[in-house]
């Protein structure tokens, strides 16, 4: 191997390296938010595994616009290294890693070696294509295929040998385009047209346009449900105008610093007038086709928003070979590529810090005002009980109301059911002091137990409004989490106390007791007892009753309280029973479910021991009658 190759061997492995290390920072600190939900929800991440069907299926039913692939990739993805957000994310990471290096390898063939590492650094330093390195979407997906797709084109449009792996390549890199997402129709028609105008009258000029035919051909049976699933290219009320859209895009295109454009046009302008390369004006050709259809596209339908610059990722390639291709024919080029680079990369990061980038991504900076879902979960894992419902208050509903758009998904959805098996809502912190203490009242109606999470340093008037009503509903346990930032505490009622773990009961039925806890004072001469129910169908509360009965040593019936499962017990009821008329002595307080009709009694089962019953013990006290009188 030349020095030469083993100097740009080094130098792309440091920029593939700089590529994954900048990808790689985001992989666990943006929350997963709207979009990546989407994603969720189409791959099967809130109930894997999904099979390919089952993923089309959801697909059609919640989003009949998009096309399956990168879904269906990821879906095996994550049932191979699971389904936390860091490996979920690792996959677009790669596949934006693969898009850096083989962009360079299209460069190296279009052009050379130095306009393609340069181009590659350049792109392994865009702010806002670094965003989607770590975002579970298909956008570095389409990203890479599209430039495999490019340079297999290129291949067959100028070089003198062509194998028959690149036209299976052609074909099918086409057909995957197709399947990964709508846009890379763009890049067909900058490819089409620019073959039709420019690309040189060959044998194999007709067979690229039949390649491009026969990947069409494998996305017709897909086709039928694109397009009765009312797909169309509808106006948006969120769209802006085309000047606007443009500007957005030059902005984001170079770092969001527009004076950048001014060295990157003079030296473009320089090299074409030095040197009219066919290649670079084939090239020049294609990112102008595809920009002008994106005009088109914007001014027919309505339908790109500032906030959807994402739209444009299909389109990056070619004005980022062109930008390198400029500056590296600049009078003394290394001197002008290394501070251009260094400018572009110190741009590049100022950009990536702010809000700005986030909003031209998307909607992914109102996920910044989520409350810190993934460290909730991150310092929950093996603390949360299964019957624990997280409370908290956010800036933004938008974590609640995904759920109502998306058929119960939403951030919250994944982070609590998901990843911790519990369920949970969050109060916005616009909410008056009233609503905070009514949110609070609802959920200790529906359950004894609220887990309770916050930062000290934020929101406190909020926050004290919460805590004053937990202390009048529930006993404060100790600190799950305690640190400057985060605080997660449980709040339990009286009975259950903090020191214990849930006991549940499953019953034959499906009927299962969550929890079951009982007193008895000594003073008030009272048996109180909490038991808390989980019914998996109403209609059983007709037809089931609960029993209470305190029974002697050698098994007599003293005392019992009877109630219908539909009067007050459900989901969770406070008993209480008076001993001032049972004489001293040991007594056991146990629970029996029955049925209604027959009186038959319903066995259960302890989930913990797994020990069967129909009669469950849930105190043993004594009545002592000594002190009386004194």
Not at 159 to 165: E, G, K, L, P, V
Not at 284 to 302: G, K, P, T
Not at 320 to 340: D, E, S
Request: charged share 20%.
């Amino acid at each position: 191997m030349r020095v030469i190759d083993i100097k740009y061997l080094l130098a792309m492995t440091i920029v593939l390296f700089m590529a994954f290390g900048f990808g790689a920072h985001g992989l666990n600190i943006d929350i997963i938010w709207g979009d990546e939900i989407w994603s969720l929800a189409f791959m099967g991440g809130f109930d894997p595994p999904y099979s390919p069907a089952q993923i089309v299926a959801t697909i059609q039913e919640l989003a009949p616009d998009h096309v399956p692939l990168f879904y269906i990739i990821s879906a095996g993805w994550g049932q191979l290294v699971g389904w936390s957000p860091v490996v979920l994310r690792y996959l677009p990471l790669l596949f934006g890693v693969l898009m850096i290096a083989w962009m360079y390898r299209f460069a190296v063939d279009a052009l050379n070696r130095r306009t393609a590492l340069l181009a590659a650094a350049l792109m392994t330093t865009t702010a806002f294509v670094i965003v989607y390195f770590h975002e579970l979407r298909a956008y570095t997906f389409l990203m890479t295929f599209a430039i495999i797709h490019a340079w297999l084109y290129w291949r067959l449009t100028y070089r003198r040998r062509a194998t028959r792996w690149d036209w299976a390549g052609l074909v099918l890199t086409a057909a995957v385009l197709l399947y990964t997402h709508s846009f890379s129709l763009v890049l067909f028609a900058g490819l089409g047209i620019s073959h039709l105008l420019f690309a040189p009258r060959s044998d194999r000029w007709l067979a690229i346009i039949i390649a491009w035919a026969l990947g069409a051909l494998l996305f017709l049976p897909y086709l039928p449900p694109l397009l009765f699933g009312d797909f169309a290219f509808g106006s948006s009320d969120r769209a802006n105008s085309t000047f606007e859209v443009l500007q957005a895009f030059a902005t984001v295109l170079v770092n969001g610093y527009l004076v950048l454009w001014a060295p990157l046009l003079l030296a473009f302008a320089y090299y074409v007038r030095q040197d009219r390369s066919r290649m670079v004006i084939h090239l020049a050709l294609i990112a102008l086709v595809m920009c002008l259809i994106m005009i088109v596209v914007n001014q027919q339908f309505n339908l790109i928003a500032t906030t959807r610059m994402r739209y444009f990722l299909v389109l990056w390639w070619p004005f980022v070979i062109l930008f390198a291709a400029g500056l590296v024919a600049a009078p003394r080029w290394r001197i002008v590529t290394a501070a251009f680079l260094m400018v572009w990369a110190v741009s590049g990061y100022f950009f990536g810090r702010t809000d700005g980038v986030l909003d031209y991504a998307g909607f992914i900076s109102v996920a910044r005002t989520y409350p810190p879902m993934h460290d909730y979960a991150s310092n929950l894992n093996g603390k949360a009980r299964s019957t624990d419902y997280l409370f908290g208050l956010t800036e933004t509903d938008w974590v609640n109301y995904d759920r109502d758009t998306m058929r119960g998904y939403s951030a919250l959805d994944y982070y609590l059911k998901v990843r911790l098996g519990i369920d949970g809502e969050f109060t916005d912190i616009a909410s008056k002091n009233w609503e905070i203490r009514r949110d609070i009242e609802w959920i200790f109606a529906e359950r004894p137990s609220l887990l309770f999470a916050y930062n000290p340093q934020r929101y406190q008037r909020q926050t004290e409004t919460a805590v004053s009503a937990l202390f009048q509903a529930a006993i404060p346990c100790p600190y799950l989490t305690e640190k400057p930032d985060l605080l997660i505490q449980r709040y339990v009622h009286p009975l259950l106390g903090c020191n214990r773990d849930p006991a549940p009961i499953e019953y034959e039925n499906g009927i299962r007791v969550l929890d079951k806890a009982a007193e008895y004072d000594q003073q008030t001469e009272r048996v109180r007892s909490l038991i808390w129910w989980e019914i998996p169908d109403e209609k059983l509360l007709r037809e089931y009753n609960i029993s209470l009965q305190i029974i002697t040593p050698d098994w007599q019936n003293r005392l019992q309280n009877d109630r219908h499962l539909d009067n007050s017990v459900v989901p969770w009821h406070v008993f209480e029973l008076s001993t001032e008329d049972l004489p001293a002595g040991d007594y056991r307080l146990m629970l029996i479910l029955y049925r209604r009709d027959t009186g038959a009694r319903v066995g259960g089962m302890h989930s913990s021991s797994g020990e069967d019953t129909e009669i469950v013990p849930l105190l043993d006290f004594n009545v002592d009658r000594s002190l009386e009188g004194n």
